[in-house]
């Protein structure tokens, strides 16, 4: 029993190292979003006071018309997406591809996200477990300076941890508000040209 104690002691203090590593690629990562999160919000913002008038507007007689007042280059997702469903305005399947295109783009986007809300709690309560063993192990033999050390990394393994995951977290939320009006602008296009095939 006492071996079986000792292997699983060795392997969970191997795993300090690769969780520290871990933590600091991910922190690097969530400051890296925050960046990109704050140029799509203003790229958004941008299309939206655009052609959410355009979108209201929108009949079966005025849709074509929408296609020569999108712009050219536009790194805009629903933007590249409604240019595509009226170029195969007369293809219902295809257009319901293209839907279905646009959810799997959308989910990717947010796999990133998703990704920060679920390992940095994990990683933040390895980082924190890991060293209490060694700070009791400091705390019993009476060598406080060990028993600090450790405690100072696991607190501050449970904090990087929090961040990256509240990042995520706060990232996802708004993204996945984003992409639903996305995607209603696009079923509502979707279903003008529907009207504009069918015959009267």
Do not use: C
């Not at 050390?149 to 961040?163: D, E």
């Amino acid at each position: 029993m006492s071996l079986i104690s000792d292997i699983l002691f060795w392997i969970s203090t191997g795993l300090m190292v690769p969780v520290i590593v871990l933590l600091i690629l991910l922190f690097i990562r969530s400051l890296l979003m925050i960046g990109s999160f704050f140029g799509q919000y203003l790229a958004i913002r941008k299309t939206d006071a655009q052609f959410r008038p355009e979108i209201n507007s929108l009949t079966a007689e005025n849709v074509t018309e929408l296609l020569g007042k999108l712009p050219q280059k536009s790194s805009s997702l629903m933007i590249n997406y409604i240019r595509q469903i009226l170029e195969a305005e007369n293809n219902p399947a295809h257009i319901q591809r293209l839907l279905a295109n646009f959810e799997i783009a959308a989910d990717k986007d947010l796999s990133a996200s998703k990704m920060l809300t679920k390992l940095g709690p994990i990683l933040g309560l390895m980082g924190t477990l890991i060293p209490m063993g060694p700070a009791l192990v400091g705390l019993s033999t009476g060598d406080i300076a060990s028993m600090a050390y450790n405690m100072q990394v696991a607190f501050a393994t449970t904090v990087v941890g929090l961040f990256i995951s509240g990042i995520g977290f706060i990232t996802q939320q708004v993204k996945q508000r984003w992409y639903l009006q996305d995607m209603t602008n696009l079923e509502f296009l979707s279903e003008i040209l529907t009207e504009k095939r069918t015959p009267q």
